[in-house]
């Protein structure tokens, strides 16, 4: 089981009770206005080949924000890009031509990068409700560009500070060769603030891992570190775990996230990992979001299906208070504006658009359904990203 010295720096989320046993269809019933404005979405994502899952679970929960406001009008067209930056490109223009009002649902950085500027600079708004370069954070932000997840670094810095505190004195560090990878030890590092036995990059969408385990097992690191998504993710636990390598595993969500424990199985179990979400929190929002999925989907949602849940929700909050999409002006105001209700509770924005929240330490563990992730304690409070003061937002 993994070492277990959690100091003071942990606090317990604060509880807020779903009062009088309301159901949440009832709740969410209660909670529809008399009028949204219409808007038209786009929402490309990868819902086939390596990572797909991710994609899926972002799918899912924008759709179910969408099946329990059914009052609003939200005009929605999905697109699978396979991961594949050419296709993403045709589906990009595909909306753009089509005026969309706004586009959402792109999984991966390197896509984001490419395309996040394609679409504000067409004068629409994206909401990103995954990939968060720092590239889009800083220099790169635009006024219509959001994110509702986090910014690249975060959930790795979250774990670098708690590593740093538990006295790990040489972490191995690996991620995949791609701008998230790069941002995901770039944030560990910053927070671990002590040396790592090495700092590995492998390929993007490797299936092999031999090499680099034989590198881990030879390195005389005490812990490893790694940020591989989906199915890079199970690969690499899979051959780490046969290979007899000892050193203790550690991960963000991405590397033990609910699509990739149901694969890999009770050897997770007691495994660390990061999140802005974990499914015991317990706020209505929460409560509601977890049942309801479970109920519509028959398993556990993930922090994707999290943000992507937001990211609908936000657009149906801001169709409450709009006249109408065409003032995209108008309609960034009111995405700044209104008060979101997410499953991972309090956030307010940061000037460059991006989230100012609490990260927590979740462990892998069994309940009634399998295996899921448990909550342990908070890690980072209200953090930001490194990069504000790079963006021009709210610097004039």
């Known amino acids: ?77 999905v697109e699978d890009d396979e991961r594949d930056p050419a296709k993403a490109r045709s589906i990009v223009e595909g ?12 999984v991966w950085s390197n896509l984001a990068i490419d395309l996040v500027p394609e679409v504000t600079g067409s004068g629409r708004i994206y909401i990103s409700p995954n990939a968060g370069p720092s590239l889009l954070a800083g220099e790169g932000c635009h006024e219509y560009y959001f994110n509702v997840a986090w910014q690249n670094d975060n959930l790795h810095e979250a774990m670098g500070s708690y590593m740093f505190q538990q006295e790990y004195e040489q972490p191995f560090i690996l991620a995949p060769d791609y701008p998230a990878g790069r941002d995901a030890l770039t944030g560990f590092k910053r927070y671990f603030r002590g040396d790592v036995a090495a700092e590995v990059y492998t390929e993007l969408g490797a299936t092999e891992y031999q090499d680099v385990i034989e590198q ?23 051959q780490y775990k046969a290979s007899g390598a000892t050193q203790e595993l550690f991960g963000p969500a991405f590397s033990f996230d609910q699509t990739i424990i149901d694969v890999i199985g009770e050897d997770a179990l007691g495994i660390l990992n990061t999140s802005q979400w974990v499914k015991e929190i317990d706020y209505p929002a929460n409560i509601i979001f977890v049942e309801e999925f479970f109920k519509e989907y028959g398993r556990y949602p993930s922090l994707y299906a999290s943000q992507g849940y937001d990211a609908a929700n936000l657009i149906i909050e801001a169709s409450k208070v709009i006249p109408d999409a065409r003032d995209k002006d108008v309609l960034r105001q009111a995405l700044l504006s209104v008060e979101l209700s997410s499953p991972r509770g309090p956030f307010r924005w940061d000037t460059n658009q991006h989230p100012i929240q609490d990260f927590v330490i979740r462990q892998v563990a069994l309940d009634e359904n399998g295996l899921t992730n448990a909550f342990v304690g908070v890690v980072l409070t209200d953090r930001s990203n490194e990069y504000v003061s790079q963006c021009r937002l709210g610097q004039e």
Do not use: C
């Open 216 to 238: 881990i097992k030879a390195s005389g690191a005490d812990s490893v570190f790694f940020f591989l998504p989906g199915g890079m993710g199970v690969n690499f636990f899979k």
């Open 1 to 77: 089981m993994t070492r277990m010295k959690m100091r003071s720096f942990m606090r317990t989320i604060s509880a807020v009770s779903l009062a009088f046993g309301l159901s949440a269809a009832t709740i969410a019933q209660a909670q529809q206005p008399d009028r949204y404005a219409p808007i038209k979405v786009g929402l490309v994502t990868t819902l086939t080949g390596g990572g797909k899952g991710l994609g899926i679970d972002i799918r899912d929960g924008f759709e179910l924000a969408l099946k329990l406001s059914p009052g609003a009008q939200i005009d929605l067209q």
């Open 95 to 106: 909306m753009l031509a089509d005026d969309v009002d706004i586009v959402t649902g792109l």
